[in-house]
């Protein structure tokens, strides 16, 4: 597992990780009040950016839980990306097509649906058999 591309993909999520925290801090250091990311993102989310909550769920889903259980391993590792793809694409012409007020409530359980998504169906942990 040590290979070229596994060093790749760790050394471009350790920057990732490293230019997010520089931008918090730098957010934070300057003089607008309220302009932290999270701030910005409940903001965007409660606008037109809905989708927001359900992208950052399957992630969480994806890379801090996932399940073993075979029975939700769909055939071909591609159909959860196409499907989170395709689902926020659905959310963004909503988001811009039909006004609605976007509540904490609403805002959490698409949060939980898209945390549940990437823990059943776009699970890493799969037993990879030979």
């Known amino acids: ?9 760790v050394s471009i999520m350790i920057s ?5 925290f520089i931008i918090e ?3 934070m250091l300057n003089n607008v009040d309220n ?21 950052l769920g399957a992630i969480a889903g994806h890379l801090f839980l996932g399940t073993t259980n075979d ?3 769909m055939s071909n590792g591609m159909f959860p990306v196409l499907i989170i793809f395709g689902l926020t ?19 959490t359980s698409i949060l939980i649906a898209g ?11 799969y037993i990879v058999r030979p």
């Open 35 to 55: 302009d932290t990311s999270n701030i910005l993102l409940l903001e965007w989310s409660k606008g037109k950016s809905f989708f927001i909550p359900f992208a």
């Open 1 to 9: 597992m040590e290979g070229t591309g596994y060093t790749v993909v």
């Open 89 to 107: 694409l659905i959310m963004v012409l909503i988001g811009f097509k039909v006004p609605f007020k976007k509540t904490k409530a609403f805002l």
């Open 115 to 125: 945390v549940l998504f990437g823990h059943f169906f776009w699970s890493m942990n």
């Open 71 to 73: 029975a939700f391993k």
């Open 16 to 20: 990732l990780a490293a230019a997010y």
């Open 25 to 27: 801090i730098l957010l």
